[in-house]
């Protein structure tokens, strides 16, 4: 994985990257300048406060007071289930899940450790394009009480579809990751 | 009602139940689909690592779609969510479209917008509706009390186009109100199911899953269905996430599909039921409120 990270943030100049990447964090907190009241109403509806201690609001703040590089480091970026309730809710229709999702992205963009499962995940899409083969389930015949293992053949269905030519899909991806993560002027 | 199926990776790889049970009642209810060849991954967790290569992902998917010339349905909330999205994106940013086209392009494939993408939610509610469903039913399930579960994605984000309210969704309680049932308003209603979290918080994620199961079971309800693969994997094993807040869990979790292919007589392992971890055997041989209290 260190490799891929390497590779994802190595593939433009990091001058440019750097550019780009201020230019999309200004924009967006130019955004919530205008627009969050600090109101807390996303902080009050969020699933991962109770459980994880996310308080969306203080994201919103601390990013709008420039603790850019502090968020970039933290881990409370990756407690957001990203449920969108905050997008829903926000009477300003400024979405904290929205900052959330752009600092985890130019986190791995500046190759910080990505989370193991989001790694696992990421590894084999670039594997096979799915996120993992064909398991096989455990079938309890709810007509004769038999067990045994099943697969999509002994369901009836037809074969998983995937990317007919792998290699052609992996190179793809793997230029789509490698690009920039907006464009110049969006 | 003839669909290009885009199923995504759960059900493709895991889910198997929910699509034997979605193919045998909505075929029979009169939807067609054509299977894609080629699909990959919708692309929902690299949008968190690299937004551009989420796009590409969802507009690969859609692309190969839209060569059948028909909308897209989709039975997962996350696959919803995550083509809408980036459908709202590429129809709005012709810039954006353009690169992403131009990664499409080494394997033919051209987004072009087309297609509009739907859910399992609109198909079954809206397309097939109230009167098709009930003719299909050769038992109701009078007096059993359902929680519907919606799912995150299933209702939100509105902004990138909305099947039903993203704060009073109404169309699952419907759909179970149509089979006789009944859907009480419960307090944990919009709660989410978990799943997201396993990618970092596996503990946290089954705890939200527990306390929903928990407290549906205490608030005397006496079933769950869902509509999405991860929401009913999450909801479903109750060893795991009854272990893990310290519970006894026993609720038949079970999709929608499922409840709809009993009431229309279907045979359970049709429907893929035995798949189930949940007691869902006692909604196979419900006999009402009467048989099911003595």
């Known amino acids: 994985m260190a ?8 593939a ?9 990447e201020q230019k999309m964090l200004q924009q967006m907190q130019e955004q919530i300048t205008d627009q969050c009241l600090q109101c807390v109403k996303c902080t ?4 991962a406060m109770k459980l994880l201690e996310l ?12 603790f850019t590089e502090e968020l970039l480091k933290s881990d409370v970026i990756w407690t957001c289930i990203t449920c969108f309730k905050c997008k829903e809710r926000c009477p300003q229709k400024v979405a904290p899940v929205d900052v959330i999702l752009l600092l985890r992205s130019i986190a791995v963009q500046r190759g910080m450790p990505l989370p193991a499962g989001f790694a696992g ?17 455990l079938l309890k015949s709810v007509n004769t009480g038999k067990k045994k293992f099943t697969d999509r053949k002994g369901c009836g269905l037809p074969d998983a579809s995937r990317p007919k030519d792998v290699e052609k899909f992996k190179d793809a991806f793997m230029n789509a990751l490698t690009q920039a993560l907006a464009e110049e002027g969006a | 009602m003839k669909y290009a199926l885009y199923l995504g990776c759960a059900i493709t790889t895991e889910a198997y139940s929910y699509e034997m049970s979605a193919r045998e009642t909505l075929t029979r209810l009169g939807a067609e689909f054509v299977d894609l060849p080629g699909y990959s991954c919708c692309g929902v967790t690299v949008r968190s690592i690299n937004p551009f290569a989420f796009l590409y992902l969802a507009a690969r998917n859609i692309a190969i779609a839209e060569t059948t010339g028909l909308d897209i349905m989709t039975f997962c909330t996350g696959c919803r969510m995550t083509l809408l999205e980036a459908k709202h994106v590429l129809d709005h940013n012709a810039k954006m479209r353009e690169r992403v086209n131009a990664v499409l392009a080494s394997e033919g494939l051209e987004y072009k917008g087309t297609s509009k993408i739907k859910h399992i939610l609109e198909l079954l509610h809206d397309d097939i509706g109230k009167e098709r469903i009930q003719n299909a039913l050769v038992r109701t399930f009078n007096g059993l009390k359902v929680a519907p579960h919606y799912g995150c994605h299933a209702i939100r984000p509105s902004a990138v186009g909305a099947q039903d309210d993203a704060e009073n969704p109404q169309k699952l309680d419907d759909l179970i109100r149509w089979l006789g049932a009944e859907a009480p308003r419960y307090p944990q209603k919009l709660d989410c199911c978990g799943a997201p979290l396993l990618l970092k918080n596996d503990n946290a994620g ?24 991860s929401c009913q994997k999450m909801l479903d094993t109750q ?15 079970l999709y929608y599909t499922q409840l709809l292919g009993l009431a229309m007589g279907i045979d359970p392992d ?25």
């Open chain 1, 121 to 137: 995940v990421l590894q084999a899409l670039m594997d096979k394009g799915i996120i993992q083969e064909p398991v096989e389930v």
């Open chain 1, 44 to 47: 009050a509806g969020c699933p």
């Open chain 2, 270 to 294: 049709k429907l893929g039921l035995g798949m189930n971890v949940s007691p869902v055997k006692q909604l196979v041989e419900w006999k009402g409120p009467a048989a099911a209290s003595a």
């Open chain 2, 239 to 253: 060893d795991i996430c009854g272990r893990t807040i310290g519970a006894n869990l026993s609720l038949p979790v």
């Open chain 1, 3 to 10: 490799k891929l990270v390497d590779q994802m943030s190595s």
């Open chain 1, 12 to 20: 433009e100049s990091t001058k440019d990257v750097y550019r780009l």
């Open chain 2, 206 to 229: 089954f705890t939200m899953a527990g306390q929903k199961v928990k407290a549906i079971q205490e608030g005397g309800l006496q079933a769950m269905v869902t509509i999405c693969p």
């Open chain 1, 55 to 66: 308080h969306p609001h203080e994201v919103m703040a601390l990013f709008n007071l420039g």
